[in-house]
Nanobody, 119 residues
Framework: QVQVAESGGGLVQAGGSLTLSCSASGITFRTIAMGWHRQAPGKEREMVAIINSGGGINYAESVKGRFTISRDNVDNALYLRMNSLEPGDTAVYYC?????????????WGQGTQVIVST
């Protein structure tokens, strides 16, 4: 059974930094990409950053230049370094593993970690 867990969220002042971590266990599928998404109160979940199996990276426009996604291929860990945090970054951040089990497309999500950026 695949289990995904995020950590590293918390309360930080505007301008500060946080690093989120994500780990997954029980992976038996072929991973094609991993990503970070977030959901602010009253808003839809949005993509923050995605890294694919070839190392290609996409960022949301709102975080470009401030956030950095990285991964550890040895243990399938995923990270998000967040600098120059703004109150608008306040959200629950979710980690997502995307892949194929045979020919079946699968997505696994963590429970999320709360990030609160105060003024």
């Amino acid at each position: 059974q695949v289990q995904v867990a995020e950590s590293g969220g918390g309360l930080v002042q505007a301008g500060g930094s946080l690093t989120l971590s994500c780990s997954a266990s029980g992976i038996t599928f072929r991973t094609i990409a991993m990503g970070w998404h977030r959901q602010a109160p009253g808003k839809e979940r949005e993509m923050v950053a995605i890294i694919n199996s070839g190392g290609g990276i996409n960022y949301a426009e709102s975080v470009k230049g401030r956030f950095t996604i990285s991964r550890d291929n040895v243990d399938n860990a995923l990270y998000l370094r967040m600098n120059s945090l703004e109150p608008g970054d306040t959200a629950v951040y979710y980690c997502n593993y995307m892949g194929y089990e045979g020919t079946r497309r699968v997505d696994y999500w963590g429970q999320g970690t709360q990030v609160i950026v105060s003024t």
